[in-house]
């Protein structure tokens, strides 16, 4: 299926990005015409996405994330990718409550999160070479 819009953007990886890309992802699916509701699901998990990105990829290094958001009739589809350091098991990774950084008093939720407010996630990663997080999300105010 080819998309009917696309965007691409990279942000340095600074916690205070994570809302930047939300607005920007936001924005970019209003297009669509969702509801609030649906416009706030794509947000929460975009912010989820960079978060992990920046908190678990980057580890307080300088380094950049990219947003690719790709809209369909009736559907999106958003990739947060990281070139950090990789996860390194994600069925781990993806269990309610299991966090890599208790340091930080991580809720260990993210792909829990992720998972409720989008139709589907895709994860792939590896070690020393970074993180790709694909979600869907079809919309079913759109007909």
């Known amino acids: 299926m080819q998309p009917i ?3 691409n953007l990279e942000f340095s990886s ?3 990005n994570e809302s930047f890309a ?3 992802a936001a924005a970019f699916v ?3 015409d969702p509801t609030l509701e649906e416009l706030a699901d794509v947000k929460t998990a975009v912010s989820e996405a960079v978060t992990n990105a920046i908190i678990h990829g980057y580890e307080n290094r300088d380094g950049l994330v990219k947003m690719n958001c ?3 009739n009736n559907s999106v589809e958003i990739t947060i ?4 350091k990789g996860i390194e098991n994600i069925s781990l990774a993806r269990q309610p409550m299991y966090t890599s950084r208790p340091d930080m008093e991580r ?8 998972e409720s407010f989008m139709d589907k996630i895709e994860v792939v990663s590896e070690l020393g070479k970074g993180t790709k997080v694909t979600m869907f999300k079809t919309f079913k105010s759109i007909k």
């Open 14 to 16: 600074k916690s205070r």
């Open 70 to 72: 790709k809209l369909y």
């Open 107 to 114: 809720s260990g939720m993210g792909f829990t999160v992720m």
């Open 30 to 32: 209003s297009q669509l």
């Open 22 to 24: 939300r607005v920007v």
């Open 5 to 7: 819009n696309e965007m």
């Open 81 to 84: 990718s990281d070139e950090g």
